[in-house]
């Protein structure tokens, strides 16, 4: 099992910069691959970006090319999301995932992702 646990969310005004972190449980962090998805209030959990176990391949949604970024210290077994130029649509629920450690590759879709933190507010003020 794997337990994680998001922080770093917040009131932000447009524009502005936030960072999530996310930290996990265990000593098989190097070998998961992780991710972070976010859900907006009515609509479904969406990819936003994902990090391979090395932190060698990162993969992001279109909608957040440019603006996020997505990385991991496994020495310290966190995984972040530095969030700038915030729009009012990024406003969401943000959550971690990660991956099994049998799985291949690194995942895109939530189905992918074995295990998952409660999430972090994100809010954009215009």
């Known amino acids: 099992q794997v337990q994680l646990v998001e922080s770093g969310g917040g009131l932000v005004q447009a524009g502005g910069s936030l960072r999530l972190s996310c930290a996990a449980s265990g000593r098989t962090f190097s070998n998961r691959a992780m991710g972070w998805f976010s859900q907006a209030p009515g609509k479904e959990r969406e990819f936003v970006a994902a990090?391979?176990?090395?932190?060698?391949?990162?993969y992001y949604a279109d909608s957040v090319k440019g603006r996020f970024t997505i990385s991991r210290d496994n020495a310290k077994n966190t995984v972040y999301l530095q969030i700038n130029s915030l729009r009012p649509e990024d406003a969401a629920v943000y959550y971690c995932a990660a991956g099994s450690i049998t799985s291949w590759g690194v995942g895109t879709t939530a189905k992918w992702y074995a295990f998952w933190g409660q999430g972090t507010q994100v809010t954009v003020s215009s």
């Open positions: 990090i391979s176990g090395t932190g060698g391949s990162t």
